[in-house]
């Protein structure tokens, strides 16, 4: 069965850079929501759309944002890069309140 | 204090014992998650529970919504089950996570 895909799966980036992640849901999936995990800590809720419209908003930094697109499939933008900003970025998909997880892009600011 | 408490946070077990990991929470909640995260980090939904019991395989959930509490219990454990096991809540859409019981299971 297909699964929540991320992109890329690792990424190195250097203070004061973008970057951008991607997530594409398992189709006919039209939640998607961001998970920020930092080394050692629990995975912190960040944003999450339904329909191609934010429905929720959590400790999403305002250096990040993040958009839903007609295919479903979701964009995290992070500008001026902090290396607090050192984590493992999950996205998750669901239409119901399961929630499917991608593996994960694992983002290193040095 | 977090709304969503794990304990053990560390748990070695031998192969074949019998494991319950308790959450509690403090907050009103639609769902319990339990997920099941392994070493470089992905992260598996082991059940959703809104109430009462789901077996799947080796593992049950529980859930008792006026104590506010649920156990995760993992019968004839073997090496393989040795993850971060994590307790989430949802309200609405977003989850809560808690800290996660790290196990450990010794062949």
């Known amino acids: 069965a297909a699964g929540v895909i991320q992109s890329p799966r690792h990424l190195i980036k250097e203070k004061r850079e973008t970057a951008t992640l991607k997530c594409y849901p398992i189709p006919r999936h039209d939640t998607v929501y961001w998970y920020q995990q930092g080394p050692g800590q629990d995975p912190q809720f960040l944003i999450s759309?339904?329909?191609?419209?934010?429905?929720d908003k959590g400790s999403i930094p305002d250096r990040f944002s993040a958009q839903q697109f007609s295919d479903y499939h979701s964009e995290l933008n992070m500008s001026s890069l902090e290396l607090g900003d050192s984590a493992l970025y999950f996205c998750a998909s669901s239409t119901d309140q399961t929630q499917y997880f991608g593996p994960g892009t694992r983002l290193l600011v040095l | 204090k977090n709304e969503v408490e794990q304990s053990p946070q560390n748990l070695t077990a031998q192969e074949g014992e019998f494991i319950t990991i308790n959450c509690s929470y403090s907050v009103g909640i639609s769902a319990l998650h339990w997920l099941q995260q392994h070493p470089g980090g992905g992260i598996v939904s082991l059940f959703m529970l809104s109430s009462g019991k789901k077996k799947h395989g080796r593992l049950i959930a529980t859930i008792n919504i006026q104590e506010k509490h649920s156990s995760l219990h993992i019968t004839a454990s073997h090496p393989r089950d040795s993850a971060v096991y994590i307790c989430a809540v949802s309200k609405g859409r977003q989850l809560t996570f808690g800290s996660g019981t790290q196990l450990t299971v010794l062949p």
């Open positions: 759309f339904y329909e191609k419209m934010q429905s």
